[in-house]
């Protein structure tokens, strides 16, 4: 157990316990994940072989600690297969990212997300039997270009060729119901929810009427919800 700072496996049970997730590769995007799961109020089990890294986290996780886990016998001693739900952010290391994903699905880890640095390393990732490959490089990248190109205030893709668009309410919709205004019909898009200059978001609903200064959520196709955003 030298590898480890004062953990043992009785400690990674009881997180494993409290619905908790781990995160093995504490890099910008492992870190990022690993505190957002915090606040949200998620116990995280962060792993990481950086000494340097994993003393300032410190304190911000659950608990965090140095280890390889490329180790089938680390994992066992960390009880990583007692979690059921592991994040594989190693992206610096594609060679230890397979391996490791490989040894969580020895460990019948439930659910295992895995970071792909490219389509390669995804491919790999998704043949081995990985549940959730994602691509934050890529994805962010994709998202700021359709920020940059249309007049959206925020965009999320749910799938491809279909998004989320948040953006102000157009004046052809102004004083009028959703109803009226004929939103789906005309536009091939929903608007799903609004929310008033300093008000609280509220589900849309076919009598909603529109004012100036009123931010709504689009739901569509990408190309219709980013013309719809382009509406003023």
């Excluded at 990674?12 to 995007?29: K, M, N, P, Y």
């Excluded at 962060?46 to 000494?51: A, K, L, V």
């Excluded at 749910?158 to 309410?169: E, N, S």
Aim: no cysteine; net charge negative; hydrophobic share 45%.
């Amino acid at each position: 157990m030298s590898r480890f700072l004062s953990f043992g496996q009785q400690d990674a049970r009881r997180i494993a316990e409290a619905d908790s997730v781990a995160v093995i590769g504490l890099g910008r995007f492992g870190t990022s994940l690993a505190l957002e799961l915090m606040e949200s109020g998620t116990d995280v089990l962060g792993i990481d072989e950086d000494e340097a890294v994993v003393q300032s986290l410190n304190g911000a996780l659950t608990q965090v600690v140095r280890a390889d886990a490329t180790r089938l016998e680390v994992l066992e001693q960390l009880a990583i297969g007692e979690f059921d739900r592991v994040v594989v952010s190693i992206g610096n290391d594609i060679t230890a990212s397979i391996l490791t994903a490989s040894l969580l699905l020895q460990l019948d880890v439930p659910v295992i997300w895995a970071k792909a640095v490219d389509e390669r390393h995804g491919a790999v990732l998704e043949q081995l039997g990985v549940h959730k490959v994602v691509y934050p490089e890529k994805d962010m990248g994709r998202r700021v270009a359709h920020l940059v190109r249309g007049a959206a205030a925020d965009y999320l893709e749910i799938d491809k060729g279909y998004a989320v668009v948040k953006t102000v309410a157009p004046h052809i919709l102004h004083g009028i119901t959703l109803t009226e205004g004929a939103v789906r019909h005309t536009h091939g898009v929903t608007i799903a929810a609004y929310r008033t200059a300093g008000g609280e978001w509220r589900n849309a609903q076919a009598d909603t009427v529109l004012a100036d200064g009123d931010v709504v959520l689009v739901v569509g196709p990408t190309r219709e919800v980013e013309r719809f955003a382009q509406l003023r």
